[in-house]
């Protein structure tokens, strides 16, 4: 190794899961999972086919443009921390090499549909001849039976049959769909609180492993609020509200305002609705833009609670929509949140990364590509642990850049027998 690049990955031996090994075989339903798990120290192997590598480091976008196996910011930020290995599950060479690892790891990772892992060597009751303490996790889209478990599934599948697209979106043109993937966001963190929970459980079940069936139809169902309840207990459907609020199914005051600057969110049209109203009439008065609301009757009305005639809201809605549309959306936040409403700015993507709460909480990290001379700033914890910290863990690994660490230095092969397994496409 060069003593002056840094290891790929970094090392993190205070870490809560240091010492215990993943093997991910993975697609995009696992792959951010099993990062933060490296994250939190797990030694993460990567397992890829030979020579073109896991197919998600064909996603765009890529750095510079230039698609390549290498350059993927999808692999960049879902594999970042992980070693990587060929290995071909299709050959017995491969599979036997394969179990000599499982003997070796704690959990393993798979998302081959219901029926098709036996034949990799990737179904529970191999895993378990293997290593009897090792846990399986299979990720599919509707899990490992019932009549949809055939059904091929990717993120907008699961954003659509998990109930998440309908509630998205408005009623004039439909259900939409969120613009990044957050049903494999949620299949992705389910699966691993799953692990941790079947890892946790592995001294009380006799120092045996067991297999997690994750769903992620039933992980993007198992975040959508209340909206089934709403629909068993009270036959109310909810629906995507567009620029209104959907309280209990029920469409409500409008809550997102634009600005001259972007958009804000606002519950209950800004807080002109509700006990609270005075502060924002008053607000609105002090500019001459209260249109009347400052009126006593209006007043009234507006903080009692009772149900506003239609043509008596929209007023209201169009009087904060004035306000709004000629100021910044950080200065309405601000004086909005000092007279105890709680606004908030819409951020676009790019003013994420610029957020200065962010900057301020040390969310960002820098993580250095040795292999293309620049540092990039990356996504930091999702959590923090005061004893046993999350560390971001450097660079996603190339194709086979682990191999001969792993099947060398791990599994003990001889570099000749490397180089043979190389030859006949095994690795």
């Not at 599950?89 to 036997?96: D, H, N």
């Not at 399986?136 to 509707?142: A, D, H, R």
């Not at 959907?246 to 600005?259: D, K, V």
Request: net charge negative; aromatic share 8%.
């Amino acid at each position: 190794m060069n003593p002056e690049r840094p290891p790929v990955p970094l090392a993190h031996p205070s870490g809560p899961l240091a010492g215990y090994r993943v093997l991910d075989l993975a697609d995009e339903k696992g792959q951010l999972g099993t990062r933060l798990l490296a994250e939190l120290g797990a030694d993460v192997i990567k397992i890829e086919p030979p020579r073109d590598g896991d197919p998600a480091r064909q996603h765009a976008p890529f750095f510079r443009n230039e698609a390549g196996a290498e350059t993927s910011l999808f692999w960049w930020t879902m594999n970042a921390g992980k070693r990587s290995i060929t290995l071909q599950l299709k050959l017995e060479a491969g599979r036997q090499l394969f179990h000599r690892l499982v003997a070796l790891s704690d959990i393993v990772v798979e998302t081959c549909m219901p029926g098709e892992s036996a034949a990799l060597g990737l179904d529970y009751a191999a895993i378990e001849r293997a290593n009897p303490s090792a846990i399986l996790v299979s990720i599919t889209g509707f899990g490992q039976d019932g009549p949809y478990a055939g059904w091929h599934a990717t993120d907008i599948v699961g954003a659509a049959m998990g109930g998440l697209m309908y509630l998205n979106g408005d009623p004039e043109r439909g259900p939409v769909r969120t613009t990044v993937p957050q049903a494999y966001t949620q299949v992705n963190v389910q699966a691993m609180v799953g692990a941790l929970i079947a890892l946790y459980a592995r001294p009380l079940n006799g120092g045996r492993g067991q297999h997690v069936d994750v769903s992620m139809q039933e992980a993007v169902a198992n975040a959508m609020d209340n909206a089934q309840q709403t629909w068993d207990i009270r036959r109310v459907n909810a629906s995507g509200p567009g620029l209104y609020r959907n309280t209990a199914g029920i469409r409500t005051a409008r809550y997102l305002f634009e600005t001259a600057d972007g958009w804000v969110a606002a519950l209950q049209a800004g807080g002109l609705i509700g006990q609270q109203a005075n502060a924002i009439i008053d607000w609105l008065a002090e500019h001459g833009e209260a249109r009347g609301l400052d009126a006593p009757e209006w007043r009234q009305k507006l903080t009692s609670l009772q149900p506003l005639a239609p043509e008596e809201r929209e007023y209201v809605e169009e009087t904060m929509a004035a306000f709004c549309r000629t100021r910044k959306k950080e200065d309405l936040v601000a004086e909005a949140q000092r007279r105890g409403a709680g606004w908030a700015p819409v951020f676009s993507p790019r003013e994420i990364v610029e957020s200065k709460q962010l900057a301020v909480r040390g969310y960002w990290t820098r993580v250095t590509h040795e292999d293309l001379g620049e540092s990039f700033t990356y996504p930091g914890a999702p959590f923090r642990l005061s004893a046993t910290p999350w560390m971001q863990r450097g660079r996603a690994p190339h194709i086979g850049e682990h191999n001969e660490e792993v099947y060398c230095g791990l599994l003990g092969l001889e570099p000749q027998e490397l180089r043979r397994l190389r030859l006949r496409m095994v690795i």
